[in-house]
């Protein structure tokens, strides 16, 4: 059974592990692997190439938004029996596969694990921060991929969708605030959690407790000056359009740090 800190609230009030969130097991996602013809390290590259090349991160130019609407059973031209509208949301992965050819960190992060897994390759959807270098200021919470590549842990990040782009770097520099990869980008990561389709664990208190998954999605801003309690009591569209704001400029500095 599923603890409380494993549960997943960010569709249209339906509840999931993290873990399901994994789907190793999908028709649409084997087909994809299958394609790829390929095994262990060969198998990572083709998976790290196709989520940067394929997909695109919604939060860019024009009126960029990451909410959704699901609409069932219609009675009229405009009118449904049920309806529920969100601001911030989690894909299935094969959503983001099918549907959607778009994705936020944890989408993206959630679509390349899956990939990763269906051929047993050692890889883990993280969740944690981004933080700047030069102040140790916090950026904004984030996902990414971890997966074993030429027999070490490496860190893919899935937000980068420039074709030929690097999107993969040792995890040992991405963590390490005073590595080259940190310093030349004025970024690192910190990882408090992690989980593929077995099982969540949480490495730092943050993510042991689960707030980690509670603070995906939430202003920085806000939940400094007013702390979380009193931030969940603002309307979920104020709380959007601030995390909103942060999300994109948290984005740009991510572009710029891997030379996007």
């Known amino acids: ?38 095994v262990a390290d060969k198998l990572v590259e083709k998976v790290v190439a196709f989520v940067r090349d ?7 130019s024009g009126q960029p938004s990451t909410d959704g609407q699901f609409l069932r059973f219609k009675k009229s031209l405009f009118n449904y029996y049920w309806k529920k509208c969100v601001y911030y949301m989690w894909s299935f992965p094969v959503e983001t596969l099918s549907l959607f050819k778009a994705g936020v960190c944890i989408d993206t992060a ?51 969708h420039v074709k030929d782009a690097n999107t993969l770097v040792l995890e040992a520099e991405a963590y390490d605030r005073t590595s080259d990869f940190a310093k030349k980008g004025d970024i690192y990561y910190i990882e408090h959690g992690r989980y593929d389709e077995d099982k969540y664990i949480g490495v730092t208190d943050l993510g042991k407790s689960g707030l980690i998954f509670t603070l995906m999605g939430k202003p920085q801003k806000l939940l400094k000056r007013y702390g979380l309690e009193k931030t969940l009591e603002i309307k979920p569209k104020k709380l959007y359009n601030q995390w909103k704001r942060e999300e994109i400029a948290k984005q740009k500095k991510i572009f710029d740090a891997w030379g996007g």
């Open 110 to 160: 959630n679509l390349a694990t899956s990939l990763l897994r269906v051929k047993q390759c050692k890889a883990w959807t993280c969740l944690g921060e981004i933080r700047r270098t030069s102040t140790d200021d916090l950026l904004g919470y984030h996902a990414w991929t971890s997966v074993y590549y030429k027999t070490k842990p490496y860190l893919n990040e899935t937000t980068i």
């Open 54 to 60: 394929e997909f695109v991160y919604p939060l860019i």
């Open 1 to 38: 059974m599923s603890q409380d800190y494993e549960v997943v609230d960010y569709r249209w009030g339906d509840k999931y592990k993290a873990t399901e969130f994994i789907q190793r097991d999908s028709y649409e996602i084997e087909r994809v692997v299958d394609s790829f013809n390929a």
